[in-house]
């Protein structure tokens, strides 16, 4: 008999790209959803890019703060992940599954306190120049935490109507404005529109 040639897996073009960020995208969509604890991120995030944006920082500053930012938000939707799985594979009690579960929220905290610690590292030292300018600053302050409230609130659970949703999306977007225009460097205004993007399809999903 003629041997059969192996098959060959198709290679991945563009729509495969696609495809692997649109499911990625959804991962984190379904996560703020689901988690609260990311949904809580997801606000910390908007601040600390929207304090990025604004703040009188050196450009490897504003990356480390963005970064980190991330990375927070990477790690917690992987321990959404692990917990996940672990779920599945041991819906009942099981001391390993409590120690899986441990482990990757001990794996989150650690980062975020590891972050907190760089946010502090960064801000203290222009602390006297925010304070110098805290007139001109309220505005994009208050702005900011407005932004970051409507992205915590989106994806939370309710019985809010789609108005509602769209009122809050709007006003997290007019929000959005104010820290825009004070802003020095415009990655962490792009940031913090990213992830209220996030917590707005949360919201269409939900």
Do not use: Y
Request: hydrophobic share 60%.
């Amino acid at each position: 008999m003629p041997s059969v040639p192996p098959s060959t897996p198709p290679l991945k073009g563009a729509h495969g790209v696609v495809r692997s960020f649109r499911w990625a995208w959804t991962g984190l969509v379904e996560g703020a959803l689901r988690e609260r604890n990311l949904r809580i991120q997801l606000a910390g995030a908007i601040l600390v890019a929207s304090f990025a944006a604004v703040a009188p920082l050196a450009p490897v500053e504003r990356a480390l703060l963005l970064l980190c930012a991330a990375a927070v938000l990477a790690a917690e939707a992987a321990n959404s992940a692990l917990e996940a799985v672990v779920d599945l594979a041991a819906p009942g009690l099981d001391e390993r599954a409590r120690i899986a579960k441990d482990c990757a929220a001990a794996a989150v905290l650690t980062l975020s306190a590891g972050a907190a610690v760089v946010l502090l590292a960064i801000a203290l030292p222009v602390l006297p120049v925010l304070r110098a300018h805290a007139r001109e600053l309220a505005v994009p302050a208050a702005a900011a935490l407005g932004t970051a409230a409507a992205a915590g609130v989106l994806p939370s659970p309710g019985s809010r109507g789609r108005g509602a949703d769209v009122l809050f999306a709007l006003g997290g977007v007019a929000c959005l404005v104010p820290v825009a225009r004070a802003a020095t460097a415009p990655a962490g205004v792009v940031a913090a529109a990213l992830l209220l993007l996030v917590a707005c399809d949360a919201a269409r999903r939900r």
